[in-house]
C-alpha cells in the first residue's frame, strides 16, 4: 500500500521570503504522479503543481518548483516569493498511473504568511 | 458549470438519520471521486466512478455508506443511520483522468456535524 508522510503540521514564513514544505512517500510502483494540493481557508482544494514520476526535470509552476527525487521517494515543494494569499493548508498526494487515479493524501501541512 | 459543486454546504444530522449530499461534476469529466476529510487531516478517498459505474468502493467505511452516480454525471452520496464519526468534510472531485495527468478538480465540500 502507498502511504504519503507530511513531517512538517505547521509552518509560517515572512512575505517575500522562500519556504520549502518537505513529502516523502512510500511505493513499490515504477510509474505514478505526485501532486501538491493547496486548501484555502475557504476550503476548495485546487491544484499546485503535479510531477510525473517518469521525468527527472522538476516541475515548475511560476513561483512554485518541486524537488523531486525519486530514489529518496522524497517531493518538496518549494515556494518562492511567498505572498499573503499563499496562507492556506497544502496536501501532497500520490496517484498510481496504472490505477484510477485515486489520490492518496498526506496529512498536510498549514502555511502562515506573515506581513 | 464552471467548476464542481456540492450541495448542500453544511448538513446537520441528529444520531440516526440518514443524509444524502449530492455532486455536480464538471460537464465531460468522466471519472468522479468522493473523499472524507476529518478536521486537520488529509482526506481519504471513498469511491470513484467511471461514468455511471462504481469502478472501487474500497474507502467507504461501513454499509452506511452507499454512493450512486445513475446517469454518469450527477452523483449522491448517502449515509444511513448516521454516527457521530461521520461528522466530517464530504469532498467530491472530478477528473478527465489520464487524458489531463490525473489532475482532479475539487468542489467546496459538504461539512455534516452529526449531533
Known amino acids: 500500500a502507498q502511504t504519503v508522510t507530511q513531517s512538517q503540521p505547521e509552518m509560517s514564513v515572512q512575505e517575500a521570503e522562500t519556504v520549502t514544505l518537505s513529502c516523502t512517500y512510500d511505493?513499490?510502483?515504477?510509474?505514478?504522479?505526485l501532486f501538491w494540493y493547496k486548501q484555502p481557508p475557504s476550503r476548495q482544494m485546487i491544484l499546485v503543481i503535479r510531477?510525473?514520476?517518469?521525468?527527472?526535470q522538476n516541475a515548475t509552476e511560476n513561483r512554485f518548483s518541486v524537488n523531486f527525487q525519486k530514489a529518496a521517494k522524497s517531493f518538496s515543494l518549494k515556494i518562492s516569493d511567498s505572498q499573503l494569499g499563499d496562507t492556506a493548508m497544502y496536501f501532497c498526494?500520490?496517484?498510481?498511473?496504472?490505477?484510477?487515479?485515486?489520490?492518496?493524501f498526506g496529512q498536510g501541512t498549514t502555511l502562515q504568511v506573515k506581513p | 458549470g464552471a467548476g464542481v459543486s456540492q450541495s448542500p454546504r453544511y448538513k446537520v444530522a441528529k444520531r440516526g438519520q440518514d443524509v444524502a449530499l449530492r455532486c455536480d461534476p464538471i460537464?465531460?469529466?468522466?471519472?468522479l471521486f468522493w473523499y472524507q476529510q476529518a478536521l486537520g487531516q488529509g482526506p481519504e478517498f471513498l469511491t470513484y466512478?467511471?461514468?455511471?459505474?462504481?469502478?472501487?468502493k474500497s474507502g467507504l467505511p461501513s454499509d452506511r455508506f452507499f454512493a450512486e452516480r445513475p446517469e454518469g454525471s450527477v452523483s449522491t452520496l448517502k449515509i444511513q443511520r448516521t454516527q457521530q464519526e461521520d461528522s466530517a468534510v464530504y469532498l467530491c472531485?472530478?477528473?478527465?483522468?489520464?487524458?489531463?495527468?490525473?489532475?482532479?478538480?475539487f468542489g467546496p465540500g459538504t461539512r455534516l456535524t452529526v449531533l
Open positions: 472531485a472530478s477528473s478527465l483522468g489520464r487524458r489531463r495527468g490525473y489532475e482532479q478538480f
Open positions: 511505493t513499490s510502483e515504477n510509474n505514478y504522479y
Open positions: 510531477q510525473e514520476a517518469y521525468k527527472q
Open positions: 498526494a500520490f496517484a498510481r498511473s496504472s490505477n484510477t487515479g485515486k489520490l492518496i
Open positions: 460537464s465531460g469529466h468522466v471519472s
Open positions: 466512478f467511471q461514468n455511471e459505474a462504481q469502478l472501487d
